[in-house]
């Protein structure tokens, strides 16, 4: 019916690991979700939020099955984000990006909601598609080393879970058969830039989606610059 695999690793300078993902079905629903959180790095207790979000969004989803999925999903967030922003103590003001994928299989009704600079990426007929927009100011700075000045990539984010006001939007999409989407958090898709469009593509083809994602996601450990994340979900059907 369908296939569905993912992974987090620290990056090996930190002490803890500021991604966390989550990805199961609820069975009764007939609803698989898929959630990739990337806790913001320079806000306290990034581990925790990312924790949070992945941990409390299933527990508070299954409380609001009145609804219709859409707003299902939109009042589930804003809960969870409740949670995350009313912490109190170190952990105060702590963030974390979204990347969400909601899907109730028996009716191929699919919603997305992504919040920061985690991403979703569609692949469908071999091409690869960046369907989410980076809330981000990306710029450039300056820094001094031993062997002289290099100009480094910086980033700013607009839009986190955690703040008081985040802007939540939920999109409803299309999920066709032999589709294939991945939830991926900076670390993992700034891994390898140059060959991330053709590694997704050959992984969407690949005729057994865990196998190939584990040898994908180990080679790009290599790379890794940042804590990454990711998820891959395939609709066979």
Same mark, same amino acid.
């Given at each position: 019916?369908?296939?569905?695999?993912?992974?987090?690793?620290?990056?090996?300078?930190?002490?803890?690991?500021g991604?966390?993902?989550?990805?199961?079905?609820?069975?009764?629903?007939?609803?698989v979700?898929?959630?990739?959180a990337?806790?913001?790095?320079?806000?306290?207790?990034?581990?925790?939020?990312?924790?949070?979000?992945?941990?409390?969004?299933?527990e508070l989803?299954?409380?609001?099955?009145i609804?219709?999925?859409?707003?299902?999903?939109?009042?589930?967030?804003?809960k969870?984000?409740?949670?995350?922003?009313?912490?109190?103590?170190?952990?105060?003001?702590?963030?974390t990006?979204?990347?969400?994928?909601?899907?109730?299989?028996?009716?191929?009704?699919?919603?997305?909601?992504?919040?920061g600079?985690?991403?979703?990426?569609r692949?469908?007929?071999?091409?690869?598609? %960046?369907?989410?927009?980076?809330?981000?100011?990306v710029g450039t700075?300056t820094i001094?080393?031993?062997?002289?000045?290099?100009v480094?990539?910086?980033?700013?984010?607009?839009n986190?879970?955690?703040? %008081?006001?985040?802007?939540?939007?939920?999109?409803k999409?299309?999920?066709?058969?032999d589709?294939?989407?991945?939830?991926?958090?900076?670390?993992?898709?700034g891994?390898?830039?140059?060959?991330?469009?053709?590694?997704?593509?050959?992984?969407?083809?690949?005729?057994? %989606?865990?196998?190939?994602?584990?040898?994908t996601?180990?080679?790009?450990?290599w790379?890794a610059?940042?804590?990454?994340t990711?998820?891959?979900?395939r609709?066979?059907?």
């Amino acid at each position: 019916m369908y296939e569905i695999t993912g992974n987090s690793l620290k990056y090996f300078e930190k002490e803890r690991n500021g991604d966390n993902f989550y990805f199961g079905e609820i069975e009764a629903d007939k609803i698989v979700i898929a959630i990739v959180a990337d806790g913001v790095s320079n806000q306290p207790c990034d581990w925790l939020a990312s924790e949070i979000l992945c941990s409390k969004f299933l527990e508070l989803f299954k409380h609001e099955v009145i609804l219709d999925l859409k707003t299902r999903v939109h009042i589930t967030i804003e809960k969870v984000n409740r949670v995350i922003s009313s912490t109190e103590g170190e952990c105060n003001d702590m963030r974390t990006t979204m990347s969400l994928l909601v899907w109730k299989y028996d009716t191929n009704e699919c919603y997305i909601s992504n919040i920061g600079d985690s991403r979703i990426y569609r692949c469908e007929n071999e091409k690869l598609d %960046l369907i989410t927009k980076d809330e981000s100011i990306v710029g450039t700075k300056t820094i001094h080393t031993q062997i002289g000045r290099r100009v480094v990539e910086t980033s700013k984010l607009t839009n986190t879970l955690g703040s %008081l006001t985040p802007k939540i939007e939920v999109k409803k999409i299309d999920f066709k058969k032999d589709t294939t989407f991945v939830l991926a958090s900076d670390g993992f898709y700034g891994a390898k830039k140059s060959s991330f469009s053709i590694d997704m593509q050959a992984l969407a083809c690949a005729p057994k %989606l865990d196998e190939a994602f584990n040898e994908t996601f180990s080679n790009y450990d290599w790379s890794a610059k940042d804590d990454m994340t990711a998820i891959v979900i395939r609709n066979n059907n």
